[in-house]
């Protein structure tokens, strides 16, 4: 009997602040009236210290919760937006999900489909030991263009192995592979340059995208009927809907696209499509997600079971975690699209010792502290002698990442430099024990208060911009940033 | 058993520049203005000085590291001279060098000088600096004032003071501060202030604003110290001698573990208990005549008072909406104007701080003398409340 081979777990994030496209439009409508037209809804927008690492890591996090990370094979990282071009941005998100340092660690990325191209691969190669996929986009688009509302930001993970943990069996998958370029960007350039909207729609997915599909499901013997949940990720508003006519796919079997409280993710999109099938799917139901670019990839699973109750956030928490942001200048600022004048006190130097960073990366990356063997005091920073105690080589690695934690003190700080500010730090003490300064990022309009819930999220530090270098390191925010609204979804 | 330093060094002259903007010279002036003063007071030669002192804190924006700068500044040949730094305390590190020399009998006469150039950094408020290569891989960078803001929320939230409480009440810690550095000619800020603007000022780190936060500033300040019979027998009368120096400083426990509630220093109280023992002070509202303590952010000297016992633990605030540190108060608090009027060029305001209580104890003091003071505390921190350094220096008249 064959091995069944898929998907094991699956997570999602979005970064929490969601610009409103009125706010957009509204600053473009002195020379872009037309934008109005698409000034509706929210675009996922991170925050200066988030980028493809991070999401990577707080995508991967939400997938392995409540399971072993050091049994974890592979980890593949599809970008087309990862930070550095050479330095296995992969390796990196896979110290901070404390992955073994035997655990492979590649980047792909070259196209938007780059995410569901590794998935596609992880899928084939399966084996004893589960594999992770995770795809993350943080896309840039020129002030003033279509793609600025269009596009968003997020990360989607998924485990891939065999054997009873399966959720979602891996069917097969189906790819073309043909020079039609809706869109490209020459390395190094900030901005995507794409073509006109209906030759894409009506030339290329119309074309390229049922066919594929067509293909998928006649070798494995399924009617379009059988579709219980269909994604495409690549296309123009609607396209998803155009190819489901076409494959005679009822019209409530296309899962929603995310372009109203999201947008675009790239890369991640066709992974975070799945998450959105595997939160709603039941066992015996099939999912096909295709991802269009130069062609396209098209995969197909039967869901198998339910996944476990991990108290994962997958892509409806993510959604529902939401800021609501209004200031357009902010998202220039954090993208740097907009040189604002910080004043002396930006121009400090934050070179980094790679070997001192090497020296602590599991301190630093994996924000694993230590647990003194004589007092037990659970401690941040590891240090040679217990705080507490004062016994010498007694301290054992303890992992806070997952660690309930409160506001012990707080302060908002408007006069350190801070890319957004006001800079929020105080004491975080966790209830294991442990306390540290810590910046505190994704405060909602309700603040904080001692006693404020706090979760960890994984987030550049400081931007070495005179060598290009970013310190990573782990921030606290509210568990809930915005108490008082109603989740949307 | 140790027995102290009590009375064993007595303050032969001091010397204290003019603090602020002093745009018109650099740290090789304020430390001869300083110096000047202070060897005029002690009435000796400066070939006298046997061994010296330097504190500064911000080697980049001052004159460099090492003691060099001093030597030179001062042409203090042959002698040996020291550069300590310990942040904001870096000026009680200084005193504290020079007093154990004289205590020791290694020298008969040693000179603690300290000075700060802050105000050629082309910016308000401190620089930033590394944190050492490993800290700077995790904490973050926070402003001095987001260090102090925070024992704001620590004290709140156990004394269960309402944010406007706490609000007007650290504004009428700084109200008071400028009332008593309108009178003082060498202050950086001499002009007194309404409560209603200090507590309407731009906020700098919740919640401070502007007027919690004090001057930075250039300046010098130093002591000359001798055994106190040498005093004498260079004609000293009426001696201000050493009562007690203590230095506290952190070993992680406040900012690492669950045992401090962030609504004081515990430096300062570890400081105070040795203080208050090396000088047999066994009631300090009682016995101190006056106070200069570390009130870097109005939020520090408010809960100062309770860490040095002059006010029940959540009393504070109430004390001194009931002025009694002010000038005419029952423990006149930062009669000179404190580091939020007279300045703080950090390197300086430990010695600054024993400057003015030297002043106040010889009857010098001027238009801010005060009625016959017989002993006076001086708190000196650095660091920030959770990870820091307390210094306390406590002078009196000899025989008290």
Redesign the interface.
Known sequence: MQTTSGLKSFGAFIPRRRLQRAAIAAAHAWAFPGLKGQAKGERAMCGWDEDVITMAVEAGRDCLRGSDASRIAGLTLASTTAPYADMNNAVFVGTALRLSSSAGGADVGGSTRAGLSALIAACRAAGEQDSLVIAADKRSARPGSVQEMQTGCGAGAVSVGQGAGVIARFLDAETVSVPFIDHFRKAGADFDYGWEERWIRDEGIARIVPQAVSRLLKRLNLSGERVAHFGLSGGPAKSDAAVAKALKLAPERVLPDLSVNVGDTGTAHPLLLLVSALERAQPGDIIVIAAFAQGCEVIAFEMQQAASDTGRRGLAGSIAQRIEETAYLKLLSYEGQLDLDWGMRAETDHKTALTQLYRSADQIFGFVGGQCSACQQVQFPRLPTCVNCGESDTQKPYPLVDEPARVATYTADWLQYSPSPPLYMGLVQFDCGARLLMEMVDVGAAGIEVGTPLTMSFRKKERDKLRGWDRYFWKASPINPNPSASPSN | MASGIKDKVAILGMGCSRFGERWDCGTEQLLNEAFGEALKDAGIERKQIEAAWFGSALDKANVGNSAIPLSTALRLEGIPVSRVENMCATGTEALRGAVYAVASGAVDIALAIGAEKLKD???G?LP?NSKG??N????????A??GF??????Y??KYGVSKEDLKTAIGRVSWKSHQNGAKNPKAHLQKAVEMETILKA?????P?GVFDCCGVSDGAACAILTTPAIARSLGKKDLVTVKALALSVS???E????QWD?SYVMNTRNAAKAAYKEAGISDPQAQLSMLEVHDCFSITELVTMEDLGVSKDGEAWKDVMNGKFDADGRIPCQIDGGLKCFGHPIGASGLRMVYEHYLQLTGRAGPRQLGNPTLGLSHNLGGVP??GVCGISIVGLQGV
């Open positions: 950094t082309g910016y408020g930033v290569t490993f700077d891989l995790w904490m973050p960078y926070g402003s004032p987001a803001a925070q024992l704001a929320a620590g709140r939230a731009p906020i700098i780190a919740e401070l070993s992680g426990r900012q690492s573990t669950s962030g959770y990870n």
